[in-house]
Nanobody, 126 residues
């Protein structure tokens, strides 16, 4: 069975940095699309960033310039580098992947993704 395991969350001060990792097992995702979402209590899951190929990435405007998504195909792993963190970035962060890829117009839709990580808590506070 496919499993996505996340790591890298924690408590940081405003302006600090974290790098989240998500590693898949049970399937190879050479043609899959990866994404990071985040969720806070009472709000819907929010798209943060995604990659449809090793050189094709998209970051949502609210974190653009601070967050970067990357992918290591050989390790079946996707990363989210988070710099200049703000209190409003506090959330549970989830990684997700599709088996067969997707198109740009549906990349932000959580329903497009086949597998999800367990979530990792990111808290930004002084």
């Amino acid at each position: 069975q496919v499993q996505l395991v996340e790591s890298g969350g924690g408590l940081v001060q405003p302006g600090g940095s974290l790098r989240l990792s998500c590693t898949a097992s049970g399937h190879t995702f050479h043609s899959g699309a990866w994404a990071w979402f985040r969720q806070t209590p009472g709000k819907e899951r929010e798209f943060v960033g995604g990659t449809r190929s090793p050189s094709n990435t998209l970051i949502t405007n609210s974190v653009k310039g601070r967050f970067t998504i990357s992918r290591d195909i050989a390790k079946n792993t996707v990363y989210l580098q988070m710099n200049s963190l703000k209190p409003e970035d506090t959330a549970i962060y989830y990684c997700a992947v599709t088996k067969r890829g997707l198109i740009l117009s549906t990349q932000r839709n959580p329903a497009e993704y086949d597998y999800w990580g367990q979530g990792t808590q990111v808290t930004v506070s002084s």
